[in-house]
């Protein structure tokens, strides 16, 4: 695993910011409708925490069932678990560690990436209620026992929360996460753009 370049991290973070913002207010694939992209100032982040850039060791369990995913705004998802990721977050007080997992799924159809869809302490309160994303695109195929680097700085929040017309996966019950992780996007404010509007 290459060296953690601080610096560089959080340049590459704050670019990956400003591209999604942008993407956001002009890009015709924006789940905000024309009104509210009009008034829409930026999504409101967590600041940079390295503490939640964490090594996670990877478990690859090729008997693993597909999962039923409940999905907001339309049916019920079959996900492929194909990964699990191992690691540990900072307690809620941030002077301890706990253990923790989330799996990483594919779609039933398939596709390159890996999808970790999940809640923790801060769903419903300061993000999204139905949970965040995370994407994974290794460069090459994960094995057992693998180190890699999950970082939740990236974690996302879904098109449906923008939009009912988007549906969404929600996290399963084994990536609800036990602890807090004030990282990634917050939960989206849209009401003053849309009232203002």
Known sequence: ?????????????????????????????????????????????????????VEATVRIDDDAEPVEATV???????????????????????????????????????GDGIFVPFRDKTTGQATYRGGRYLDFHPESELTD????????????TPFCAFDDAFACPLPPEENWLSTTVPAGERAPDLEAATTES
Not at 145 to 156: K, M, R, T
Request: aromatic letters at 12%; charged letters at 35%; hydrophobic letters at 30%.
């Open 1 to 53: 695993m290459t060296e953690f370049d601080e610096a560089d991290w959080r340049e590459r973070l704050r670019e990956s910011r400003a591209e999604k913002d942008e993407f956001l207010s002009t890009d015709r694939r924006s789940p905000l409708s024309p009104a509210v992209r009009e008034e829409f100032d930026g999504l409101e982040y967590f600041e940079p925490a390295p503490a939640y850039r």
């Open 145 to 156: 026992g693998d180190e890699v680097v999950v970082d939740f700085n990236l974690a996302y």
């Open 72 to 110: 907001e705004n339309g049916d019920p998802q079959r996900l492929v678990p194909v990964v699990t990721f191992e690691f540990e977050l900072p307690t809620a007080g941030g002077d301890d560690t706990v253990a923790e997992s989330v799996c990483g799924y594919r779609p039933t159809g398939g």
